[in-house]
């Protein structure tokens, strides 16, 4: 029997941003919509599916409200190990991530960006160079309002997307029109039963249902993207860049001059130039370059648009300057990775402020950027204990904390003028905090108290 769109029930899971956009399209399609959230629903998120006459319930899973679903839009951040979402899966009911149900119902180009680290500073830097273009253009994903928010409420002919791991599992039929993968380095596999296998395959995802008509942008000095390439098969035009090699690439480095030859487009600009500052910036940089040769953007305005763009809140963001020593907010470094890029782009010593809800992480890659620029530790975290191991004997001085308060304070008694603060925790932020975001204003907070 074929169930009618007025019939059709769509249990939404998880009531954040994501999710209310959901249950806001959806009920703007035409479905029985309902939104189950197992926490605590923001009064923002409330009136909102209110206002739109959409039930919802919170601190709670109601079994007989949620298991009659013909469809699940299941949070990102709720685990496909959920015992309700084992359920489902087993009952056959079919559990898709908001992007791919937005995705039904625009015709929008997708520019979709993923990557263990840069994804937010790329999004951002794309969407700042399509707007300067003059493009009708949103910017969604993990980052902004949610997609299928904006899919209900305007009209966009492009969207810039990032796009987690955990969003890409909930990807079926989605297709990006261009893709973009900055790198793939360990991060989340607590989610991937700690196979770094699961996170590789989750990440190429981003190029699923891909056309010989749609551009794949990658780094080719990443080995572990060169690598799956070798095991797949991409219709995609392939488009990679590099800071290794200039060697079949779109974009490469050399003589401090970025390069980009899309289509003969014999694009090139000095890195003194770029707004954005650091090897791992380069690349950021490269790849929304590429993306804008492929949107046919102006010369004029892809240099433009690299060269005075402002950055993203809480990456490597320059707080203030208090007593000669700089403060940097980069809570946004939630893996060891991101902040191997944060030390690597330090010139000053360095007292750092790491820790929190530890991911399975391997600190070994920043032994010796501790050794050469770290002076002292300050843990801001509940266990902080495999940082103390890892660095007890490199690092003179390792001190323990639990509020971004205490955190600025004793960083402030160890640094001198000349030295920098670096927030760059390397883990999650959940143990402490609601969000990296909130992580990251906390310490901005504290810093300007002081």
Known sequence: MTTTTEQKRIVILGGGESGAGAAILAKQKGFDVFLSDMGTLKPKFKELLSSHQIAWEEGKHTPELVLNAHEVIKSPGIPDKAPLVAQLRDMGVSIISEIEFAARYTTAKKICITGSNGKTTTTSLIYHMLQKAGLNVGLAGNIGQSFALQVAENNYDYYVIELSSFQLDGMFEFKADIAILLNITPDHLDRYDYKMQNYVDSKFRITRNLSDDNCFIFCSDDEVTVEQLKRIVLRAQQLPFSQQTKENQMAWLENEHVYINYDNSDFSMSVQDLALKGKHNIYNSMAAGIAGHVLKIRKDIIRESLADFQGVEHRLEHVIKVRGVQYINDSKATNVNSTWYALES?????????????????????????????????????????????????????????????????????????????????????????????????????????
């Open 346 to 450: 330090m010139d000053t010593p360095v007292v750092w402020i790491a820790g929190g809800t530890d991911k399975g992480n391997d600190y070994s890659s920043l032994l010796e950027l501790a050794k050469d620029k770290v002076k002292a530790i300050v843990c801001l975290g509940i266990d902080n204990s495999k940082i103390i191991k890892s660095f007890g004997d490199i690092v003179p001085v390792i001190i323990e904390t639990r509020s971004a308060a205490a955190a600025v304070a004793e960083a402030y008694k160890l640094s001198q003028p000349g030295d920098t603060v670096l927030l760059s925790p390397a883990c999650a932020s959940f143990d402490l905090f609601e969000n990296y975001e909130d992580r990251g204003r906390q310490f901005k907070d504290a810093v300007r108290q002081l």
